[in-house]
Each structure stands twice: as structure tokens, then as C-alpha cells.
């Protein structure tokens, strides 16, 4: 028995360091159904299933096959990807949370700044002044990919082509790029 769980334990494992399709699709099969029932259990579309697993094991492979993670056996590799799938899930929730009372800030910010005014009209410049300044502060990975989304109105699929990425890491990646840039922003505003 302790044998046949180390064999399992060294395949799938070895699956991942050698990037062996068929027990990693298998992996894949077995564990999607507890990340989903997690995931919809909480509020979450069959989409958000989808992304977040995805997410999560790219996530879950790059470590194992960097090394970086070093499990002992079959039940820490189901545990670290659902660890990853559970935050990654908890961080778009509280993102969408966020999303949410920011555009309603800057709805009643729009509402509220009257031109006529010099001191909003300031304010305004202000925030576009640090604003910039922050976007300037991001690695140009990072810029480039806001600015093709944002400035040239790119679709996020012709982006991930042209970065070389899945279009889901492409979304992934702008998201974090626009967590990165917002945290810059706010920490250049209470300066």
C-alpha cells in the first residue's frame, strides 16, 4: 500500500517536472469538481470556476515544476491547488468588492467636480498628475499591456497573441497590472 501511494506520488509528481499530458489531464479531471463546488458555493458562475482553476493550476505547475514546491505526496499537491484556487477566488471577490465602491467614488467624483471650481478642477489634475506618475513606476511588461489595452482599445485575445500568453493569463495579468498600478497610486497620494 505505502509503496503503491509512493509510485502515485512520484508519477503524478514527475508528471509535472516532465510535463506528461495524460496524468496531468487526469489530475486536472479529478480536482476541477472540488475547486467548482467551492467556487459556486460562494457565489461564483461556472466561468469564474473555469478561470479561477485554470489560474490556479498553471499556478500549481509552475511551482512544482520550478522546484519551488516540494510536496511528499499526492494529498499536498490537492491541497496547494486548492489553497491557490480558494485565494485566487477570495482576491477576485474582494477585486469585484472594490471595483464596485471605486467607480462609485469616481461617479460622484465626475458628478461633483464642477470646472468652474479651481480647487476640484486641482484635485482632478492632482490625481491625474499621480496617477501617471504611478503608471510610469510599472514595469514596462505592465505598461505594455495597459497601454494596448487602454490606449488602443486592443481586444485582451490579439493582446495575449502578441505577448506570446493564453488569452486567460493575458486577463490575468491585466488584472494584477491594474492592482499593481492602483496600489502605487495610492501610496503616491498619501505622500
Known sequence: MGDTIKQEHFALLD????????PMRE?????????????????????NCKDIFQEAYLACWKKLSSR???PENRAQIEAYLFTIAKNKWIDQT??????????MDAKNLNLAVDESNPLEM??????????L????SLGPACKELLTQFYFYKLPLKIIAEKLELEENSAKNKKYRCIQKLREI???KEKR
Request: net charge positive; glycine share 6%.
Open 122 to 131: 486641482e484635485n482632478k489634475d492632482r490625481k491625474l498628475s499621480i496617477t
Open 27 to 47: 489530475f486536472y479531471k479529478t480536482e476541477y469538481p472540488k475547486i467548482k463546488c467551492y467556487i459556486l458555493q460562494h457565489g461564483g458562475s461556472l466561468d
Open 185 to 187: 497610486a495610492l501610496a
Open 133 to 136: 506618475s504611478a503608471f510610469e
Open 15 to 22: 508528471a509535472f517536472l516532465t510535463n506528461k499530458e495524460i
Open 68 to 70: 519551488k514546491f516540494k
Open 94 to 103: 474582494r477585486g469585484v468588492a472594490r471595483k464596485r465602491t471605486i467607480s
